[in-house]
């Protein structure tokens, strides 16, 4: 078994991905429960790497080595861990070890804000391993929506903006939205429209979609 479906998912998102082939000390078991849930964690392994939090749960911890599956660092590059679908060491609570994936973000986030690259490279990763695998977005969880004693992944950590931006990202709202914006500034330029609001249920990208191919013929 191997990384290759969180591997292809980062890729496929065009994320900068380290593959550090980690050894783990016994071999890792497969889950024999559905993997339905991503799970997201916060480190105090800032500046650091995957290698050496896979040494330290090993040498600190006594287990076989790293306990999340991939983590996704400040600067936006992907870090892979253990394998997608085998039996995770980060959320003992609820049997989430046997049915998620460990997703931890480099740094504390009970002490400072996620930057806009590591956020989006993050929305990125989770999209794309959600159109591999079918998980739900309403099965994107913090470790402290199980593990009530803890804050993970910290009181700053926008986990409900994340989920929302994934999301969109599935739905390909994104395209749409800077396709309106193309819309919205020819039709401006052109004298067109002001670019107020109408008031009436038509939302703003179709109005300037329509108005654009109106403008256009
Ligand atoms: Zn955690």
């Known amino acids: 078994m191997s990384n290759n479906l ?7 998102a065009g994320l900068k991905v380290i593959d550090y082939e980690l050894d783990f000390v016994n071999p890792l078991k497969k889950s024999n429960l559905k993997i339905d849930h991503i799970i997201i964690h916060h480190d105090i392994w800032e ?14 911890r006594g287990w076989s080595g790293v306990g999340y599956h991939v983590r ?24 989430m070890n046997h049915r998620s994936a460990g997703i931890v973000f480099e740094g504390n986030f009970d002490t400072k804000h996620i930057s806009e690259k590591q956020f989006e490279a993050g929305v990125k990763l989770i999209a794309g391993i959600l159109r591999i695998t079918g998980i739900n977005p309403k ?3 913090g470790h402290r929506d199980y593990a009530h004693y803890k804050t993970c992944p910290g009181g700053l950590f926008p986990l409900d903006s994340l989920i929302k931006r994934v999301i969109e990202v599935i739905l390909g709202t994104e ?32 109005l300037w979609t329509m108005i654009y191919r109106m403008a256009k013929q």
């Open 6 to 12: 969180i591997k292809k998912a980062a890729y496929d």
């Open 47 to 60: 500046g650091g790497t995957m290698q050496q939090i896979h040494d330290d749960h090993i040498h600190h």
């Open 72 to 95: 996704v660092r400040t600067d936006g590059t992907v870090e892979l861990g253990r394998p997608f679908g085998c039996i995770g060491a980060h959320c003992k609570e609820e049997s």
């Open 139 to 141: 099965n994107i969880k």
């Open 175 to 206: 395209e749409v939205s800077a396709f309106a914006k193309e819309a919205y500034l020819y039709v401006k330029s052109k004298g067109i429209s002001d670019g107020s609001r109408p008031k009436d249920t038509v939302t703003r990208e179709e």
